[in-house]
C-alpha cells in the first residue's frame, strides 16, 4: 500500500463512451501526476497538478481532460478514444519543493481496453 | 534535453546469479538519480536513490552509484531471488519532474 488509490483497476470502454479515472492519495503531498504506460515505450509524462493548479501538459490529446478540485484528488476525464489509447495509466504524487524533487508514489494503476 | 537510457530487455537470469542493469543518462546540472522498481500487477515504487556524484544508493541488496564521470548510474545485486522478477526503471529528476528510462524487464529462474 503506497498511499496512493486508483479506481477502477480495470476498464474496457468503447470509442463513443465516456469514463472517468480516479486517484486519491493519504500521503499529503502538494503535486499529482498522470502517466501513459504503453509497452515497450518509456513511461509517458501526461499532466502534473502542483497545488491544484496544472502546471504541465505535455501535448496530450483533448480526449483526455483532467480535474483536480483538491490536493488529494485527481480525475482523468475520458472520450471518445481510440483503440491505441489502450494502456496502463499510473497516478502519482510527490510533496514538491523549491529545493529539490522528492519520491513519487505511485498508484497501482488502471489497464484501460479501448474497444 | 536530458534523456536516461537503459539496457534492453528481457535480461533472464538464474537464482542466486549476479546482476547488472545498466543506466546512462544526459543531464545538465546535477540531477538527482533513481531506480523505481513495477512488479506484476502493481505500480512503481522507489527502489533507491542517489542526490550527488560518487554517492551510493542502496536498498533490499540493490546497490547503485552515481558515476559523473561516465554519466552512469548502473543497478546491481549480487545474488538475485525469483521475487526480484520486475521491470526496473531508471530516471532523473528534471526541473522537478522525473525522466525515464524505458524499463528493463527482469526474470529469474529458479
Known amino acids: 500500500e503506497t498511499g496512493v488509490t486508483q479506481t477502477p483497476r480495470h476498464l474496457v470502454m468503447g470509442m463513443t463512451n465516456k469514463k472517468s479515472l480516479k486517484c486519491e492519495q493519504h500521503?499529503?503531498?502538494?503535486?499529482m501526476y498522470w502517466y501513459k504506460q504503453s509497452a515497450k515505450k518509456p513511461l509517458e509524462l501526461m499532466f502534473v497538478?502542483?497545488?491544484?493548479?496544472?502546471?504541465e501538459n505535455n501535448s496530450v490529446p483533448s480526449r483526455f481532460s483532467p480535474e483536480c478540485p483538491n490536493s488529494s484528488h485527481l480525475f482523468l476525464h475520458l472520450h471518445t478514444l481510440q483503440p491505441e489509447d489502450s494502456a496502463l495509466y499510473l497516478c502519482a504524487s510527490s510533496q514538491e519543493s523549491r529545493d529539490r524533487y522528492t519520491e513519487a508514489f505511485f498508484g497501482q494503476g488502471t489497464r484501460l481496453t479501448v474497444v | 534535453g536530458n534523456s536516461v537510457t537503459q539496457m534492453e530487455g528481457p535480461v533472464t537470469l538464474s537464482e542466486e546469479a549476479f546482476l547488472t542493469i545498466n543506466c546512462t543518462y544526459t543531464?545538465?546540472?546535477?540531477?538527482?538519480l533513481f531506480w523505481y522498481v513495477q512488479y506484476p500487477g502493481e505500480g512503481l515504487q522507489l527502489l533507491l536513490k542517489a542526490t550527488k556524484a560518487d554517492d551510493k544508493g542502496s536498498n533490499k541488496g540493490f546497490e547503485a552509484t552515481y558515476r559523473k564521470e561516465t554519466t552512469s548510474f548502473h543497478l546491481e545485486k549480487g545474488s538475485v531471488q525469483v521475487s526480484d522478477s520486475a521491470v526496473y526503471f531508471c530516471?532523473?529528476?528534471?526541473?522537478?519532474?522525473?525522466?525515464w528510462g524505458a524499463g528493463t524487464k527482469l526474470i529469474i529462474k529458479p
Open positions: 500521503l499529503g503531498h502538494n503535486a
Open positions: 530516471a532523473l529528476d528534471s526541473n522537478y519532474q522525473l525522466i
Open positions: 497538478y502542483n497545488f491544484k493548479e496544472q502546471t
Open positions: 543531464a545538465t546540472g546535477y540531477p538527482s
